[in-house]
């Protein structure tokens, strides 16, 4: 039996997206988080625990990007071109994100509040159209003789609307969660207080989106309520409610890492009900993995170069966060 690349590339793109929103979630969740604390000393510490790694995240958005125009170019193409201008809003967030975060520290007190507000603008912009990136590719993306047969503004829809702001929500409370882990004193405690509104508010969306999904979606409602896809799909919504009330014990109870473990856990629910929810496709409704692969000399071609990577990359990125293990404190961290 040979190899079936086409799945292959799909569990590494895949595993690819997943660390990416996981590692660079709770860095845009922090920025959004900013408005909420006024005081420097603390806008310095929340960035100082991520400011040493942060650039080494978005490493899994380009494999995923990378991964997805090696082995299914015609995902890519059609992709990119219904949704350019949400991409393009999105990358320009991330760039006043991490311009922030090197300016920021050079800037005379005066002028700081200035990088301060690109921070907080660039990390919401990048969080909310990566959400709206999500919600349209959910929503399904029209495909005729193998082109984007849409508008340019399909993406401008309530669902997908509604998805950057759920998004909103997942990576402010994965940035709360961390600072918990991350930060003590009156700056933990406060993240205490906000961890608990957040984690309902997640719950709150969460059961909307459950709701909207296959009401709104057709295929999909077929696909969650069909045989063997339901056997996988049910056990979801129940770890997520049972995730939900550990977390909400946890943080009642003062633990330190489990909030940030179990909201993981939630982001890795929500990412697996959605991969049951559009499989075997990846261009909604209709292309599956296979009909937009690559020639399988391709495939295997760049796999090698995959195979190569994905363990330097697994790693560094290890390596980087164990050498900045710990609390950070105030007057501590990176200039």
Same mark, same amino acid.
């Given at each position: 039996?040979?190899?079936?690349?086409?799945?292959?590339?799909?569990?590494?793109?895949?595993?690819?997206?997943?660390?990416?929103?996981?590692?660079?979630?709770?860095?845009?969740?922090?920025?959004?988080?900013?408005?909420?604390?006024?005081?420097?000393?603390?806008?310095?510490?929340?960035?100082?625990?991520?400011?040493?790694? *942060?650039?080494?995240?978005? @490493?899994?958005?380009? /494999?995923?990007?990378?991964?997805?125009?090696? %082995?299914? &170019? +015609? =995902?890519? $193409?059609?992709?990119?071109?219904?949704?350019?201008?949400?991409?393009?809003?999105?990358?320009?967030?991330?760039?006043?994100?991490?311009?922030?975060?090197?300016?920021?520290?050079?800037?005379?007190?005066?002028?700081?509040?200035?990088?301060?507000?690109?921070?907080?603008?660039?990390?919401?912009?990048?969080?909310?159209?990566?959400?709206?990136?999500?919600?349209?590719?959910?929503?399904?993306?029209?495909?005729?003789?193998?082109?984007?047969?849409?508008?340019?503004?399909?993406?401008?829809?309530?669902?997908?609307?509604?998805?950057?702001?759920?998004?909103?929500?997942?990576?402010?409370?994965?940035?709360?969660? *961390?600072?918990?882990?991350? @930060?003590?004193?009156? /700056?933990?405690?406060?993240?205490?207080?906000? %961890?608990? &509104? +957040? =984690?309902? $508010?997640?719950?709150?969306?969460?059961?909307?989106?459950?709701?909207?999904?296959?009401?709104?979606?057709?295929?999909?409602?077929?696909?969650?309520?069909?045989?063997?896809?339901?056997?996988?799909?049910?056990?979801?919504?129940?770890?997520?409610?049972?995730?939900?009330?550990?977390?909400?014990?946890?943080?009642?109870?003062?633990?330190?890492?489990?909030?940030?473990?179990?909201?993981?856990?939630?982001?890795?629910?929500?990412?697996?009900?959605?991969?049951?929810?559009?499989?075997?496709?990846?261009?909604?409704?209709?292309?599956?993995?296979?009909?937009?692969?690559?020639?399988?000399?391709?495939?295997?071609?760049?796999?090698?170069?995959?195979?190569?990577?994905?363990?330097?990359?697994?790693?560094?990125?290890?390596?980087?966060?164990?050498?900045?293990?710990?609390?950070?404190?105030?007057?501590?961290?990176?200039?």
């Amino acid at each position: 039996m040979g190899i079936d690349l086409p799945l292959i590339w799909a569990v590494i793109i895949s595993f690819g997206v997943m660390m990416y929103v996981v590692m660079d979630g709770f860095d845009l969740g922090i920025g959004m988080l900013y408005p909420f604390f006024k005081d420097a000393r603390d806008r310095d510490v929340m960035m100082n625990t991520v400011a040493p790694v *942060w650039d080494g995240n978005e @490493t899994w958005l380009v /494999l995923g990007g990378a991964g997805l125009f090696a %082995a299914f &170019p +015609l =995902a890519y $193409a059609v992709v990119l071109s219904a949704l350019y201008l949400p991409l393009v809003f999105m990358l320009i967030g991330l760039v006043f994100r991490g311009v922030a975060f090197e300016f920021r520290f050079k800037a005379r007190e005066n002028r700081r509040h200035i990088w301060d507000k690109a921070f907080i603008g660039g990390s919401l912009a990048a969080t909310f159209f990566q959400g709206v990136v999500l919600g349209a590719f959910i929503k399904g993306i029209p495909v005729v003789d193998g082109r984007f047969a849409g508008a340019a503004l399909d993406w401008l829809a309530p669902f997908p609307l509604f998805c950057g702001l759920g998004l909103v929500v997942a990576y402010s409370l994965l940035g709360c969660t *961390w600072l918990i882990m991350k @930060t003590e004193g009156p /700056l933990q405690r406060r993240m205490y207080t906000l %961890a608990r &509104p +957040l =984690a309902l $508010a997640l719950l709150a969306v969460i059961g909307i989106l459950s709701l909207w999904t296959p009401l709104a979606h057709e295929a999909i409602a077929r696909r969650w309520f069909s045989l063997p896809n339901l056997i996988w799909f049910l056990p979801v919504p129940l770890l997520v409610l049972l995730s939900i009330r550990a977390l909400l014990r946890s943080v009642a109870n003062g633990n330190q890492v489990r909030p940030f473990l179990l909201t993981l856990a939630l982001v890795f629910l929500g990412y697996s009900g959605l991969i049951i929810s559009l499989w075997p496709n990846i261009i909604p409704p209709s292309i599956s993995l296979r009909d937009a692969a690559a020639p399988p000399q391709s495939q295997g071609f760049v796999l090698v170069g995959a195979l190569l990577i994905i363990p330097v990359i697994l790693g560094y990125t290890a390596w980087s966060y164990y050498v900045f293990r710990g609390k950070v404190r105030h007057g501590e961290g990176y200039h």
